[in-house]
Protein backbone atom coordinates (compact mmCIF):
# COMPACT_ATOMS: atom_id res chain seq x y z
CA UNK A 1 0.00 0.00 0.00
CA UNK A 2 1.39 3.25 -0.78
CA UNK A 3 -0.10 6.59 0.63
CA UNK A 4 0.95 10.68 -0.12
CA UNK A 5 0.53 13.06 2.14
CA UNK A 6 0.85 16.84 1.51
CA UNK A 7 0.81 19.91 3.47
CA UNK A 8 1.55 23.28 3.21
CA UNK A 9 -1.39 25.12 2.02
CA UNK A 10 -3.23 27.87 3.59
CA UNK A 11 -4.09 31.19 3.12
CA UNK A 12 -1.83 34.09 1.61
CA UNK A 13 -1.73 37.47 0.49
CA UNK A 14 -1.32 38.32 -3.25
CA UNK A 15 2.58 38.36 -3.92
CA UNK A 16 3.37 36.26 -1.11
CA UNK A 17 5.20 32.66 -0.86
CA UNK A 18 3.77 29.00 0.23
CA UNK A 19 5.84 25.60 -0.29
CA UNK A 20 4.01 22.74 -0.74
CA UNK A 21 5.30 18.84 0.54
CA UNK A 22 4.49 15.91 -0.55
CA UNK A 23 5.76 12.44 1.33
CA UNK A 24 4.99 9.21 -0.35
CA UNK A 25 5.12 6.21 2.26
CA UNK A 26 4.56 2.53 1.92
CA UNK A 27 5.64 -0.06 -0.14
CA UNK A 28 8.03 1.47 -2.72
CA UNK A 29 10.83 0.50 -4.64
CA UNK A 30 11.34 2.87 -6.96
CA UNK A 31 9.55 6.46 -8.10
CA UNK A 32 9.68 7.91 -11.69
CA UNK A 33 8.24 11.40 -11.88
CA UNK A 34 6.57 13.60 -9.61
CA UNK A 35 4.36 16.30 -10.00
CA UNK A 36 1.74 19.18 -8.79
CA UNK A 37 -2.07 19.03 -9.97
CA UNK A 38 -4.41 22.13 -9.40
CA UNK A 39 -8.09 22.76 -9.74
CA UNK A 40 -9.72 25.69 -8.92
CA UNK A 41 -13.20 26.09 -8.19
CA UNK A 42 -15.46 24.91 -11.75
CA UNK A 43 -12.53 23.70 -13.31
CA UNK A 44 -10.77 20.74 -14.48
CA UNK A 45 -7.58 19.74 -12.66
CA UNK A 46 -4.51 20.81 -14.51
CA UNK A 47 -0.91 19.65 -13.90
CA UNK A 48 1.37 23.02 -12.45
CA UNK A 49 4.63 21.15 -12.22
CA UNK A 50 6.47 18.14 -13.11
CA UNK A 51 9.73 16.08 -12.54
CA UNK A 52 11.05 13.20 -13.81
CA UNK A 53 13.84 11.00 -11.90
CA UNK A 54 16.33 12.53 -13.39
CA UNK A 55 15.70 15.88 -12.12
CA UNK A 56 14.22 17.28 -15.41
CA UNK A 57 11.05 19.67 -15.20
CA UNK A 58 8.49 21.27 -16.56
CA UNK A 59 6.04 23.83 -15.57
CA UNK A 60 2.44 25.03 -16.98
CA UNK A 61 3.16 28.70 -18.66
CA UNK A 62 0.97 30.16 -15.95
CA UNK A 63 3.54 29.37 -13.45
CA UNK A 64 6.78 29.44 -14.82
CA UNK A 65 9.33 31.85 -13.51
CA UNK A 66 6.95 31.62 -10.00
CA UNK A 67 7.35 28.22 -9.09
CA UNK A 68 9.87 26.17 -8.19
CA UNK A 69 9.31 21.60 -8.30
CA UNK A 70 11.47 19.99 -6.72
CA UNK A 71 12.46 16.44 -5.26
CA UNK A 72 14.51 14.56 -2.06
CA UNK A 73 14.56 10.90 -3.61
CA UNK A 74 15.91 9.99 -0.21
CA UNK A 75 13.08 11.34 1.77
CA UNK A 76 10.80 10.65 -0.93
CA UNK A 77 9.06 14.00 -1.06
CA UNK A 78 8.53 16.43 -4.06
CA UNK A 79 8.27 19.93 -2.81
CA UNK A 80 6.57 22.79 -5.32
CA UNK A 81 8.20 26.70 -4.03
CA UNK A 82 5.51 28.95 -5.10
CA UNK A 83 6.18 32.61 -5.18
CA UNK A 84 4.53 35.88 -6.18
CA UNK A 85 1.05 34.12 -5.80
CA UNK A 86 -1.47 35.59 -7.55
CA UNK A 87 -5.45 35.06 -6.42
CA UNK A 88 -6.18 32.98 -9.78
CA UNK A 89 -3.58 30.22 -7.95
CA UNK A 90 -6.30 29.28 -5.74
CA UNK A 91 -7.31 26.18 -5.24
CA UNK A 92 -6.37 22.67 -4.13
CA UNK A 93 -2.98 21.31 -5.02
CA UNK A 94 -2.44 17.27 -5.51
CA UNK A 95 0.54 15.42 -5.82
CA UNK A 96 0.82 12.38 -8.54
CA UNK A 97 3.49 10.52 -8.63
CA UNK A 98 4.39 7.37 -10.76
CA UNK A 99 5.26 4.82 -8.08
CA UNK A 100 6.81 0.71 -8.77
CA UNK A 101 5.32 -0.68 -5.39
CA UNK A 102 4.14 -4.30 -6.35
CA UNK A 103 3.42 -2.72 -9.89
CA UNK A 104 3.88 0.66 -11.79
CA UNK A 105 1.24 2.97 -10.67
CA UNK A 106 -0.09 6.58 -10.24
CA UNK A 107 -0.78 7.68 -6.94
CA UNK A 108 -2.80 10.82 -5.77
CA UNK A 109 -2.35 12.39 -2.70
CA UNK A 110 -6.00 13.67 -0.66
CA UNK A 111 -5.10 17.58 -1.97
CA UNK A 112 -4.25 20.96 0.07
CA UNK A 113 -5.59 23.85 0.27
CA UNK A 114 -4.19 27.04 -1.41
CA UNK A 115 -5.86 30.36 -1.00
CA UNK A 116 -4.70 33.39 -2.56
CA UNK A 117 -6.36 37.05 -1.34
CA UNK A 118 -5.88 39.95 -3.43
Known amino acids: QVQLVESGGGLVQAGGSLRLSCVASGRIFDINTMAWYRQAPGKQRELVAAITSGSSTNYDVSVKGRFTISRDNAKNTVYLQMNSLKPEDTGVYYC????????????WGQGTQVTVSS
Open 96 to 107: NTHIRSTTWDFY
